[in-house]
C-alpha cells in the first residue's frame, strides 16, 4: 500500500465504501436524460450526486489511488436476482479463486459475492480486460475492452 500504511487494508475498504456510499444517489436518467452516463470522479463529487456506475468508479480509483492492485480490482455488472434488473458494484479479488468481496452503494456492508445471494454477477471490468466468472471463481477473458470503460479514461486523462 502507498498510503494510509498504518491501516490495514480490509479497513480501507470499509472506510472507502461508507465514505462514498454517503454521497447523495441520483439515476442518470433523471438528471440527464440519458441511461449509464459514466461520469468521472472528479465529475461524481463536483455534482454530487451520481448512480451506480459513478459509485463504483470512484471506489475504483480512489482504491487504486491507496495501493490497492488494479488487476484484483473490478466494475462489475450484476443482476438483482429479486428485483430482476441490472445494477453495477465493485469487485475484489482479496484472494485469487475466492469469492470476490462486493462494495456496493446500496449496502454499507463488504460481503463476498458468494454471500450476495441476491446478485449474479455477468461482467467483470478492469484496464485488463473483460471478464465472465466460472464456479470457481476463475476469470475469464471474454473482450479485450469494454467501450464505455475506454472512453471514459479517455475523459480523465484529458481532465486531470
Same mark, same amino acid.
Given at each position: 500500500?502507498?498510503?494510509?500504511?498504518?491501516?490495514?487494508?480490509?479497513?480501507?475498504?470499509?472506510?472507502?465504501?461508507?465514505?462514498?456510499?454517503?454521497?447523495?444517489?441520483?439515476?442518470?436518467?433523471?438528471?440527464?436524460?440519458?441511461?449509464?452516463?459514466?461520469?468521472?470522479?472528479?465529475e461524481?463529487?463536483?455534482?454530487?450526486?451520481?448512480?451506480?456506475?459513478?459509485?463504483?468508479?470512484?471506489?475504483?480509483?480512489?482504491?487504486?489511488?491507496?495501493?490497492?492492485?488494479?488487476?484484483?480490482?473490478?466494475?462489475?455488472?450484476?443482476?438483482?436476482?429479486?428485483?430482476?434488473?441490472?445494477?453495477?458494484?465493485?469487485?475484489y479479488?482479496?484472494?485469487?479463486?475466492?469469492?470476490?468481496?462486493?462494495?456496493?452503494? #446500496?449496502?454499507?456492508?463488504?460481503?463476498?459475492? %458468494?454471500?450476495? $445471494?441476491? =446478485?449474479?454477477? /455477468?461482467?467483470?471490468? *478492469?484496464?485488463?480486460?473483460?471478464?465472465?466468472?466460472?464456479?470457481?471463481?476463475? #476469470?475469464?477473458?471474454?473482450?479485450?475492452?469494454? %467501450?464505455?470503460? $475506454?472512453? =471514459?479514461?479517455? /475523459?480523465i486523462?484529458? *481532465?486531470?
Amino acid at each position: 500500500m502507498k498510503y494510509c500504511q498504518y491501516i490495514s487494508p480490509d479497513e480501507q475498504l470499509k472506510r472507502i465504501n461508507f465514505y462514498l456510499n454517503r454521497l447523495q444517489s441520483q439515476y442518470d436518467d433523471v438528471i440527464k436524460h440519458k441511461e449509464d452516463d459514466w461520469e468521472t470522479p472528479k465529475e461524481f463529487l463536483k455534482i454530487g450526486y451520481g448512480d451506480c456506475e459513478d459509485y463504483v468508479l470512484i471506489k475504483y480509483y480512489s482504491l487504486i489511488k491507496l495501493g490497492f492492485d488494479e488487476k484484483k480490482l473490478y466494475i462489475t455488472v450484476v443482476k438483482e436476482k429479486f428485483r430482476g434488473g441490472y445494477h453495477m458494484v465493485l469487485s475484489y479479488f482479496k484472494v485469487s479463486n475466492k469469492a470476490p468481496l462486493i462494495l456496493d452503494n #446500496l449496502s454499507f456492508k463488504i460481503l463476498d459475492l %458468494k454471500t450476495r $445471494e441476491d =446478485l449474479q454477477a /455477468k461482467y467483470f471490468i *478492469n484496464s485488463t480486460g473483460v471478464y465472465k466468472i466460472n464456479k470457481k471463481y476463475q #476469470l475469464i477473458k471474454i473482450a479485450h475492452k469494454y %467501450k464505455e470503460f $475506454e472512453e =471514459l479514461k479517455i /475523459k480523465i486523462n484529458k *481532465n486531470e
